[in-house]
């Protein structure tokens, strides 16, 4: 897959494609869903495939106030799309210009000017463009004149309901991680590399592996049972805590990762950490022994989950 980021990074307009937008926050199974349908679309008429996603989502840009809490970082959702195996991943910045283009000007600009779309796959509840002027039927009615065909995408249904981001934020909300990985079609995870920290875990007898998020927008936040992947080809069993540790006073959103039956240095590994019971929300404690003995009680709540599970 190649990454591009800004129209300006494509030297020049593709000889011809096969297109999807969204903001494919999750890259959850209706997602794939879309794009496995994207490529049957190209592998057919022999077409690259393009998914188009904005950063920040369009709902960042207008109302930041009232956009949801993001299931994925921007570097976790190009992981996901990466493994669809797509072609080019065109990341526009949505910004004044782009929130006050038309419908018309997207279209004639981008997808036909520089991607040279002959397909495009849509959802019929998409909208883009200045006041979301353009929509399914606005394609359908004009594909003649833009010379491409607009294939309307299926639905996924799971339980009787759609499969959504929104959903799976809500299973997250409530807890419910096993609902959360049925929709999204994996575990739900989030990534990075293994940092320094303030040494405080060792201090209290639970050393951690630390990962800075950078971002408070993420949608889960608390003290988790989780498995860490990345480390020996092998799953580990542990207990994390996502959050600003009001405790210490903290501010940044750091991941941080108490591995059971583990004691070595992994510094500048990269893993991923699944993320399998909650076990309570992020809590101030007035002293560090508090902070301790509530660790304590966490580690034990996340060994009586795995033991359950075995």
Do not use: W
């Amino acid at each position: 897959m190649k990454l591009i980021r800004g129209l300006y990074n494509l030297r020049s307009p593709l000889i011809a494609s096969a297109v999807t937008i969204g903001n494919f926050d999750g890259v959850h199974r209706g997602h794939q869903l879309v794009i496995s349908q994207l490529q049957r679309v190209a592998g057919k008429a022999s077409l690259p495939t393009v998914v188009i996603i904005f950063e920040p989502q369009p709902i960042e840009y207008f109302a930041p106030e009232r956009a949801p809490r993001r299931l994925s970082r921007f570097r976790e959702k190009i992981a996901y799309l990466k493994g669809q195996r797509i072609d080019y991943l065109l990341c526009l910045h949505f910004d004044d210009r782009l929130a006050n283009q038309s419908a018309e000007d997207f279209v004639q600009q981008i997808l036909i000017g520089q991607l040279n779309t002959k397909h495009l796959v849509i959802g019929d509840d998409f909208h883009f463009g200045k006041n979301r002027q353009g929509n399914f039927e606005f394609l359908r009615q004009n594909s003649a004149r833009f010379g491409f065909v607009v294939d309307e995408t299926e639905t996924l249904m799971d339980d009787g309901e759609r499969v959504s981001s929104t959903r799976i934020r809500q299973c997250i909300e409530n807890g419910d991680f096993e609902k959360a990985a049925q929709l999204l079609g994996r575990s739900y995870s989030l990534s990075g590399r293994v940092a320094h920290g303030r040494k405080l875990g060792r201090q209290l007898g639970y050393p951690t592996i630390n990962i800075k998020m950078g971002d408070n927008t993420l949608i889960v936040k608390g003290i988790f049972a989780v498995r860490v992947k990345g480390i020996d080809n092998r799953a580990l069993e542990g207990v994390a805590s996502i959050g600003t540790r009001p405790t210490v006073a903290g501010v940044d959103t750091i991941l941080e990762v108490y591995i059971l039956d583990f004691d070595r240095d992994v510094y500048g590994y990269s893993v991923e950490v699944e993320f399998l019971h909650k076990i309570r929300d992020e809590q101030k404690f007035d002293s560090l022994e508090e902070l301790a003995v509530n660790i304590g009680r966490d580690t034990e709540n996340a060994i009586a989950y795995f033991n359950r599970d075995e």
